[in-house]
C-alpha cells in the first residue's frame, strides 16, 4: 500500500502565494507520475499539475504561468508553489501518485485532500 500525506494548504488573501508538500511513504515500487488535481463542491476534479517521470509538466489551462509543480524523486515528494492566487483557485486540492507494480500495471493514490482558501 502507498500513504500521501499532504501539507500546506490554508487561507491566504488573492495575490499571494502557498507552496503544498506531499510526501509518499510505502511500496511505492516505480513511480509513473506523481501531480495535483483539485476539487470544488459541485464540480469534478480537475487537473492541476501532473509531473510524469521523464517527461516535462503539464498543468491546467487556467494556470496560465501562476503555479509551478516539482517533485524530489529521492524523497517521494511532490510540490506545487501557487502564486498569484485568485478567489476561484479556492477548493480542496488532492496530490496524487501513479505506480507501476511488477506486471506493468497502473495503480493510483490519493491524499487525503488539503483545503486552500483564498479570500480578503
Known amino acids: 500500500q502507498v500513504q500521501l500525506v499532504e501539507s500546506g494548504g490554508g487561507l491566504v488573501q488573492p495575490g499571494g502565494s502557498l507552496r503544498l508538500s506531499c510526501v509518499a511513504s510505502g511500496s511505492t515500487g516505480s513511480i509513473y507520475s506523481m501531480g495535483w488535481y483539485r476539487q470544488t463542491p459541485g464540480k469534478q476534479r480537475e487537473l492541476v499539475a501532473a509531473?510524469?517521470?521523464?517527461?516535462?509538466?503539464h498543468y491546467g489551462d487556467f494556470v496560465k504561468g501562476r503555479f509551478t509543480g516539482s517533485r524530489d524523486n529521492a524523497k517521494k515528494a511532490v510540490y506545487l508553489q501557487m502564486n498569484s492566487l485568485k478567489p476561484e483557485d479556492t477548493a480542496v486540492y488532492y496530490c496524487?501518485?501513479?505506480?507501476?507494480?511488477?506486471?506493468?500495471?497502473?495503480?493510483?493514490?490519493w491524499g487525503q485532500g488539503t483545503q486552500v482558501t483564498v479570500s480578503s
Open positions: 496524487y501518485i501513479v505506480v507501476l507494480d511488477t506486471s506493468l500495471s497502473e495503480h493510483t493514490y
Open positions: 509531473m510524469p517521470s521523464g517527461n516535462s509538466p
